[in-house]
């Protein structure tokens, strides 16, 4: 699926709805668990960052970002410390709030902002250009990590995870080309992506699920290279996670 068929709006909904079911279904101690892939994070905190992320999104309440081109994020830590610090803010604001206060804090920002992720209206300053996916992207992974941490299968494929999947990649082209790297082709379910300047010296194939799983760090070095490669994982395995 290209990213350019995708409705923004729909696929967040979607994943959202999903997210939530399976959230509010929990008991309470259950958002107390400690989520593998964000060690600093329980279940609560992942919730109040996905909604302090969309009601941020909705309401341009995100000075931290001011002056910041996210599409740096892998390249400069000055980038990388505004969004850290923008993501602490967003709990700490939260604090003490319960999960279902939570769900519809983030439900009644996602109304507000349905316009902007289909690009009727844009995002209020200092939103970035392109936060459409940067909200996709990261909901579709923490839906993931959810799912993880309660023991649960990944989720089923999704048009978020695709769009996921193009973010990374686009990240991934921008380390590649600004180091001394060579190129990588990357093949997800069928779908072929290029990444890097010049001739690929090497191939990755894998699904969807797993290219996602590897570009957003959470995958080990050991399990990167365990993955489908032709050519040498080694020349990509440090470079291929954004974080």
């Known amino acids: 699926m290209s ?14 709805g999903r997210l939530l079911a399976v959230l509010l279904d929990q008991p309470a101690d259950r958002f107390d668990l400690q989520v593998p892939s964000c060690p600093e994070w329980t279940l609560w905190h992942l919730l109040a960052h996905l909604t302090g992320g969309m009601v941020d999104a909705s309401t341009g309440n995100a000075p931290e970002l001011d002056g910041v081109s996210l599409h740096d994020y892998s390249l400069d830590p000055a980038v990388r410390d505004a969004v850290e610090a923008m993501s602490r803010r967003q709990i700490d604001e939260r604090r003490g709030h319960p999960p279902a206060a939570l769900a519809e804090e983030w439900t009644a920002a996602t109304a507000v902002a349905l316009p902007m992720l289909r690009g009727d209206e844009p995002f209020p300053s200092p ?9 996709l ?13 309660l023991g649960l299968a990944p989720a089923p494929p999704s048009a978020a995870r695709s769009v ?12 590649l080309r600004s ?22 010296v090497a191939t990755l194939t894998a699904s ?3 290219l996602v799983m590897a570009l957003s ?12 490669w032709d050519g040498d ?3 990509f395995v440090n470079s291929l996670s954004e974080y």
């Not at 939103?127 to 909200?135: Q, S």
């Open 3 to 16: 990213a350019s068929d995708v409705d923004f709006a729909a696929a967040y909904c979607d994943v959202q």
């Open 127 to 135: 939103m970035p250009p392109f936060m459409e996916y940067t909200l």
């Open 137 to 149: 992207e990261d909901l579709a992974v923490h839906e993931d990590d959810v799912r993880e941490t």
């Open 164 to 175: 996921a999947l193009v973010a990374y990649v686009v990240a991934l082209d921008r380390r």
């Open 179 to 200: 180091g001394e790297h060579p190129a990588l082709r990357l093949v997800a379910d069928e779908e072929v992506f290029l990444a890097g300047e010049g001739e690929p």
């Open 208 to 210: 969807t699920y797993e």
């Open 217 to 228: 760090g959470r995958r080990s070095s050991n399990q990167i290279e365990a993955l489908d």
């Open 233 to 235: 994982p080694t020349l």
